[in-house]
T-cell receptor, first 115, second 114 residues
Framework: NAGVMQNPRHLVRRRGQEARLRCSPM?????VYWYRQLPEEGLKFMVY????????ESGMPKERFSAEFPKEGPSILRIQQVVRGDSAAYFC?????????????FGPGTRLTVL | GESVGLHLPTLSVQEGDNSIINCAYS??????FIWYKQESGKGPQFIID?????DKRQGQRVTVLLNKTVKHLSLQIAATQPGDSAVYFC?????????????FGQGTILTVHP
């Protein structure tokens, strides 16, 4: 059973461009979480999604950031008009329905660099 | 807002020693605590968890202690090995939610010398 997959692993964008980060959860998992990690800091919760629904986006910046988890395909974290402050590692985690937080499995992350 | 934090940012130990990593939390409503290990360039890896109605839980070479009186969490690693070198994070689960919305601490860098 493959783990959580994220791509690309590294992404370089210039200011003003768009960044699209993809997350494929583990097989059978219908819950996806996105976290952001700045250098030498812990992860910060961004958004929690179930299939086709955003459940909690309290950690998402109000502008330029959006997330989706369609019925088919990976979850997408989209950052429009990127700025240097968006440079960070973005991790997604997945869990099956009906399990506690400890069942949350993390992907390897996408490291976004904004020039 | 309430947060989870760590006392020591770095810890260096000799191979074979026991390691203790500490974490302070401030949200008395948190019902679940988790320790994660993160190696360079990788995502966090689950180590061990503990519910708020417990004060101790043991795994393979690891023990987590929870002191709710002083809101303190610790991770003990027995017979530390070089492969244990990593950044360790404590995280708390929001007790007001049924899903895994986690708040992470800043992290402790553990270095194990052969």
């Amino acid at each position: 059973n493959a783990g959580v997959m994220q791509n690309p692993r590294h992404l370089v964008r210039r200011r003003g461009q768009e960044a699209r980060l993809r997350c494929s959860p583990m097989k059978g998992h219908s819950h996806v979480y996105w976290y952001r990690q700045l250098p030498e800091e812990g992860l910060k919760f961004m958004v929690y999604l179930q299939k086709e629904n955003i459940i909690d986006e309290s950690g998402m910046p109000k502008e330029r950031f959006s997330a989706e988890f369609p019925k088919e395909g990976p979850s997408i974290l989209r950052i429009q008009q990127v700025v240097r402050g968006d440079s960070a590692a973005y991790f997604c985690a997945s869990s099956p329905p009906g399990t506690p937080a400890s069942e949350q499995f993390f992907g390897p992350g996408t490291r976004l660099t904004v020039l | 807002g309430e947060s989870v934090g760590l006392h020591l940012p770095t810890l260096s130990v000799q191979e074979g020693d026991n390691s203790i990593i500490n974490c302070a939390y401030s949200n008395s409503a948190s019902d679940y605590f988790i320790w994660y290990k993160q190696e360079s360039g990788k995502g966090p890896q689950f180590i061990i968890d503990i519910r708020s109605n417990m004060d101790k839980r043991q795994g393979q070479r690891v023990t987590v202690l929870l002191n709710k009186t002083v809101k303190h969490l610790s991770l003990q690693i027995a017979a530390t090995q070089p492969g244990d070198s990593a950044v360790y994070f404590c995280a708390e689960k929001d007790g007001g939610t049924s899903y895994g919305k986690l708040t992470f601490g800043q992290g402790t860098i553990l270095t194990v010398h052969p």
